[in-house]
């Protein structure tokens, strides 16, 4: 089973403030990730397929980023909408899924 | 308006059964796989199973022999029978489109189980 290590679990920040959330796997999955956003209460909804493709309607505040195994969410400026928990997900080994523990985005 | 909405959470007893649905529209069902995943009070995300196009099923290590996956083609319809529940099922269950480009998941329907 491949493994998805997130960091760090929570992330104090500021609106405005730039912020990066990291996801590990624990094998080369060769760029077959995406970012989801949840909010409390409701569904995730997915934010960046392959890596660094935004979804539709995503805005370009948000990015993804990879480096061997390290994957990256960059969020350029922070909103009061953006926090929220965020999860990554693989699907190199589809359609057995994992995710990450998820980085929960609280307000400074 | 494309669309996944589940339906039949509820409270159920230790050892009790449930089925759950996912009604969809919006795209061609029968080009898709579809899974569900869930998701435990205060959790993470946790895969639960998934159906193929030609009805090929895959389920989560932990869950083998109690849930079952089906679809409808028919009616646009995603299924999850689930048998033999214990209290680490409690969750809420999102029924999920494929991955990448295509992902999407429903709103999601809660699972008590509790004597």
């Known amino acids: 089973e491949i493994l998805m290590t997130q960091s760090p679990a929570t992330l104090s920040v500021s609106p405005g403030e730039r912020v990066t959330l990291s996801c590990r796997a624990s094998q080369n999955i060769g760029g077959n990730l995406g970012w989801l956003q949840q909010k409390p209460g409701q569904a995730p909804r997915l934010l960046i397929f392959d890596a660094s493709t935004r979804a539709t309607g995503i805005p370009a505040r948000f990015s993804g980023s990879r480096s061997g195994t390290e994957y990256t969410l960059t969020i350029s400026s922070l909103q009061s909408e953006d926090f929220a928990v965020y999860f990554c997900?693989?699907?190199?080994?589809?359609?057995?899924?994992?995710f990450g523990q998820g980085t929960k985005l609280e307000i400074k | 308006e494309v669309q996944l909405v589940e339906s039949g959470g509820g409270l159920v007893k230790p050892g009790g059964s449930l089925r759950l649905s996912c009604a969809t529209s919006g795209f061609t069902f029968n080009q898709y796989y579809m899974g569900w995943v869930r998701q435990a009070p205060g959790k993470g995300l946790e895969w639960v199973s998934s159906i193929g196009t030609s009805d090929n099923t895959f389920y989560a290590d932990s869950l083998k022999g109690r849930f079952s996956v089906s679809r409808d083609n028919a009616k646009n319809s995603l299924y999850l029978q689930m048998n033999n529940l214990r209290a680490e099922d409690t969750a809420v269950y999102y029924c999920?489109?494929?991955?990448?480009?295509?992902?999407?998941w429903g709103q999601g329907t809660l699972v008590t189980v509790s004597s």
């Open positions: 999920t489109r494929a991955h990448g480009e295509h992902g999407l």
């Open positions: 997900q693989q699907y190199t080994d589809w359609p057995l899924y994992t």
